[in-house]
């Protein structure tokens, strides 16, 4: 019976293995592929220390997200709600900001694609607010899908 047992775990490990391994080729040969390809996302053209001040604000961001998926983990829901509406939420300071990155670039869609990020944020913090933490987990990956809406059409 032991022995049955080892060489069924024994058996399950190998082809892990090895459907683990052809999943890694896949990958990499996907990546290469993409690599290969042109980076034909628009640039936004921005002065060098917009830029960096900009890489840095989105580094913030993902910060942000990492403690809000951390408050979830906890439930803590009221400290996800806080922190989604204080550093994501949509102010008047935020629309200043995404308005003057769209003057300078003259992308129109720029505005439209933070402001999306921007009010998910406040969505989020709602459903937390509200208790329900299943949406506010919901709400977390549409965030994240539209934080890359943007880095899908915009480059530096
Ligand atoms: C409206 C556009 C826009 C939105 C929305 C946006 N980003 Fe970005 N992000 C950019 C641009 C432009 C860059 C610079 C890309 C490059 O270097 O070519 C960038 C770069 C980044 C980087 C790399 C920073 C570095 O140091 O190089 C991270 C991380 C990042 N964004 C996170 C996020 C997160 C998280 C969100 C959502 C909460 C988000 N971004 C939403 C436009 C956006």
Do not use: Y
């Not at 400290?79 to 003259?106: F, H, N, Q, Y």
């Amino acid at each position: 019976m032991k022995h049955i047992l080892a060489m069924a775990v024994t058996a399950i490990f190998l082809t892990g293995g090895v459907s683990c391994a052809a999943e890694h080729s896949h990958r990499h040969e996907m990546m290469k592929q993409e690599g290969q390809k042109s980076d034909d996302r628009t640039e936004l053209k921005l002065p060098e220390a917009m830029k960096t001040m900009q890489k840095q604000m989105m580094r913030q961001h993902m910060d942000t997200l990492s403690e809000i998926a951390a408050a979830l983990a906890v439930n803590d829901l009221n400290k996800a709600a806080e922190i989604a509406k204080d550093k994501l939420g949509w102010t008047e300071e935020e629309e200043k900001r995404c308005s003057m990155v769209e003057k300078m670039t003259r992308e129109p869609d720029f505005m439209k694609l933070g402001k999306a990020v921007h009010l998910k944020a406040d969505e989020l913090s709602e459903a937390a607010k509200a208790g329900n933490r299943d949406n506010a987990l919901t709400a977390l990956a549409e965030l994240i899908n539209n934080c890359n809406m943007c880095h899908n059409k915009f480059r530096h």
